[in-house]
Every structure is written in structure tokens, then in C-alpha cells.
């Protein structure tokens, strides 16, 4: 069997891992209602079935005890194959403290399940687990960052941020908070405004694309700038309590996250030295399996990210 080390970012939109082998992401999402779907992957769980990758997500913040959690860590781990894991998984950066000891627990605990991945039987076995903070994590899929910072993690549901002074390498975090302000909480709120607008009939799931390719009708580019006084708004509340709390004016701030990408922009005009790391939305991933390798002493075949 492969001993292996895997850094795991159980999104509330994606889930996203680096391994030995290589990366991987699917929508955290499954159905077990309709086993004719073409999902990302069928897994059978202690003989309860799923299709995974498309269905329901969930809004449960608490990852500690959240059956998508198990659904999509044991997928994940059953895509990479059979073998003995060393495991570096994180949390939202305001729950971090509190939960981690109940988190890794609940990991151990999926050792106990029987798994059944495309009709074989899997053998794996998860033999440590490593909590670490959001955020943090995104920042060991860099270069080493000296000095203070500030990193913000845009999720699906959550906003984390976190005020770092970095010695030697090692971050140390000196001031965190989470809002519940992640894209999903966005995206209605998009849709409503666009099909008010136009007269349409989107989907929330659309917004996305609305924002980083735009809106097309029969063919012709919309001007879809008026989405600015929302975000705006969106956004302000979440500025003016980071303003009043952070030293938002005097040092780097870096961006990461799956949302990331697509709120630059208004990250960017209120604070211009923000800067977006590199695969943004892989950062916690990649992080996690660094973090991984240097404390489990594991030599990668492959070498992934910007380290």
C-alpha cells in the first residue's frame, strides 16, 4: 500500500486537494436520491450511495459534523486510490481554535466506514491528521513572506481574514475574524437584480459566470456595470469593521480563495496593494500538503504550486 501525504480544503463550493499524485477538485455537492445522474463520482458509504459532484450543497458551518464533509473527504481520498494517508486538512479561520480537536477526531473517525468507490472496495487508512487555520495554510503555497501581513480567504460562505507576523517562515496569526460574506451568500442577490433587469429566469449558480465572463443576450455583450453599487454595498459593512480593526494601510494584504478571483477587483480599489496569490483557489490545498511533507518527513514525486 502507498503511504501518502494530502493536503485536503473541504470548500463549502469545491473541494480541493494536492497529493504525491497530483490536484483534484469537485463541486461539494452529492444526491442520493437519483443514482441516474452522471455526478462526479458513486460512492457507497457503510451502504448508503451518493453521487457526488452534483445535487445539494450544504450552508452547515459546522464542518465538524457534517456528512458532506465525510462524503467528500472519503471521495477524494477513494479518487487518489487504496493506501495509508497522512492527512492536512483545514478550518475557517474563526472557528479554528475550538473546533480542531472535534475536526480531527471526525476525520479519524471516517476509518471506520466502509467504502466502496465505483463497485471495488477500497482499502485506506488514514493514519494522521493535521488541523490548520484558513488562510495560514494558503500562505505555505508560496514563497516564505517575512513581516506582517494580512490575508483574506474568500470562500463560498465565509470571509476569513487574518492579521500574520511571520518569523523564519513560520507564520504566527495575531488577529483573525470570519464573516458569513462568502460568493454564495452573493450570488442571489446578482441573479435577482440581473432578471429583474432583463426579465430573465437565471439560476443563482449563474452569477458566477455573469462575473467573470459577463452577461450575453441573443448573442450581444449586456453592459451589466450597474452590479457595481451592489457589490459596493455587499462589501462595505465587511470594509469599514476590517478598517476600524486592521492596519489595512500599512501592509501587504494577499487574496486566496475560490472566490478570490472574482472579488480582486473590489478588493483592489480599496486597498490597491492587495494582491491575489498564485492559483488562488488551490492555495489552502496546496499549503496544507506543504505544511504535510514537513511534518510528516515525506519526500513528493511531483512538485506542485509556487514553492
Not at 497530483?22 to 457507497?44: E, L, Q, W
Not at 493506501?83 to 476525520?107: A, C, H, S, W
Not at 465572463?213 to 450597474?226: N, P
Request: hydrophobic share 35%; charged share 20%.
Amino acid at each position: 500500500m502507498q503511504n501518502m501525504t494530502k493536503g485536503t480544503d473541504n470548500g463549502y463550493l469545491y473541494t480541493k486537494s494536492v497529493s504525491d499524485l497530483g490536484k483534484c477538485i469537485f463541486k461539494s455537492a452529492y444526491t442520493t436520491a437519483d443514482k441516474s445522474v452522471n455526478g462526479m463520482a458513486t460512492i457507497s458509504i457503510d451502504g448508503k450511495e451518493y453521487c457526488v459532484g452534483v445535487g445539494k450543497t450544504t450552508t452547515d458551518t459546522d464542518k465538524t459534523d457534517s456528512e458532506m464533509n465525510r462524503v467528500c473527504t472519503l471521495t477524494d481520498l477513494a479518487m487518489t486510490g487504496d493506501g495509508e494517508y497522512n492527512l492536512v486538512v483545514d478550518l475557517p479561520i474563526g472557528q479554528f481554535k475550538t473546533q480542531r480537536d472535534k475536526f480531527k477526531k471526525m476525520i479519524f473517525s471516517y476509518n471506520n466506514y466502509k467504502v466502496i468507490f465505483h463497485n471495488k472496495l477500497m482499502n485506506i487508512k488514514i493514519n494522521n491528521v493535521l488541523v490548520v487555520p484558513q488562510g495560514v495554510a494558503a500562505l505555505y503555497s508560496t514563497s516564505p513572506k517575512e513581516g506582517a501581513y494580512i490575508v483574506f480567504d474568500i470562500g463560498g460562505l465565509t470571509i476569513d481574514v487574518g492579521y500574520i507576523e511571520s518569523s523564519w517562515g513560520t507564520p504566527t496569526p495575531r488577529k483573525t475574524d470570519t464573516w458569513y460574506k462568502g460568493v454564495v451568500t452573493l450570488y442571489p442577490r446578482i441573479i435577482e437584480t440581473v432578471n429583474n433587469k432583463y426579465g430573465l429566469t437565471l439560476e443563482p449558480n449563474f452569477a458566477e459566470h455573469i462575473l467573470t465572463h459577463g452577461l450575453y443576450m441573443l448573442g450581444e455583450k449586456q453592459d451589466v456595470s450597474f452590479l457595481q453599487i451592489l457589490m459596493d454595498s455587499y462589501l462595505d459593512d465587511m470594509f469599514e469593521d476590517f478598517k476600524h480593526n486592521y492596519p489595512a494601510k500599512n501592509v501587504p494584504i494577499y487574496l486566496c480563495g475560490g472566490g478570490a478571483t472574482i472579488l480582486e477587483p473590489y478588493f483592489k480599489r480599496h486597498f490597491p496593494q492587495a494582491e491575489l496569490l498564485s492559483e488562488s483557489q488551490f492555495a489552502n490545498a496546496i499549503g496544507c500538503y506543504y505544511i504535510g511533507m514537513q511534518t510528516f518527513k515525506h519526500n513528493p514525486q511531483i512538485l506542485v504550486g509556487g514553492r
